[in-house]
């Protein structure tokens, strides 16, 4: 049975750091497309950041392009959003996603399965 479990959210000041951690079972990540996606409060669910099969990454809004970045643990067969520098639009819920083929693309409706998110939150 293929899940996602997400962890690594919480509290922080403007500023701050955090990894986010997705983690998969049923699958193996190396065969898919990863997408980090945020929904803030009353918003639509919006791509943060992607990588593909072959670990090149992409980052969709320009504010993240110098503060985040993705990671795989192929042994741990988990993939990893570090955010730096976090600020008060960054809150949120973040959630990993998968989808074949292995090329990113911006769509939630381009992810076949998701994880159940991980609550972000940056204060001033």
């Known amino acids: 049975q293929l899940q996602l479990v997400e962890s690594g959210g919480g509290s922080v000041q403007t500023g701050g750091s955090l990894t986010l951690s997705c983690a998969a079972s049923?699958?193996?990540?190396?065969?898919?497309?990863i997408g980090w996606f945020r929904q803030a409060p009353g918003t639509e669910r919006m791509i943060v950041s992607c990588?593909?099969?072959?670990?090149?990454?992409?980052y969709y809004q320009n504010t993240e392009r110098d503060r985040f970045s993705m990671f795989r643990d192929k042994a741990k067969n988990t993939v990893y959003l570090h955010m730096k520098r976090l600020q008060p639009d960054d809150t949120g819920v973040y959630y990993c996603?998968?989808?074949?083929?292995?090329?990113?693309?911006?769509?939630?409706?381009?992810?076949?399965?998701w994880g159940q998110g991980t609550q972000v939150t940056v204060s001033s």
């Open positions: 996603a998968v989808r074949t083929p292995t090329l990113c693309l911006g769509g939630t409706s381009d992810y076949q399965f």
């Open positions: 990588v593909t099969s072959s670990g090149q990454s992409s």
């Open positions: 049923g699958f193996t990540l190396d065969d898919a497309a």
